[in-house]
């Protein structure tokens, strides 16, 4: 990830769970975010992988600041988000 990234980057599935509760909250919080389904996208999938230890673990989410959120909970985002 470059060091120009501006928004959120939120690495997941269509079918999982976990990245569907994720993207929810961005969307009920009107927070702008880029959506990259690792399925679709080989290269992402192999960043999920080299941030989380060999697994492609989702939702992976990248913030401006250089933090990586792997499967985070509600909590977690939330506090991340100031929310």
Do not use: H
């Amino acid at each position: 990830m470059g060091d120009t990234q501006k928004k959120i980057m939120m690495y997941g599935t269509t079918w999982c769970g976990s990245t569907k509760r994720a993207r929810r909250l961005f969307e009920d919080e009107k927070i702008d975010y880029e959506w990259i389904d690792i399925d679709q996208d080989e290269t992402a999938a192999k960043f999920v992988e080299s941030v989380a230890n060999g697994f492609r673990s989702v939702p992976t989410i990248v913030f401006p600041d250089g933090a990586i959120l792997v499967e985070p909970s509600t909590y977690q985002l939330k506090e991340k988000l100031g929310l």
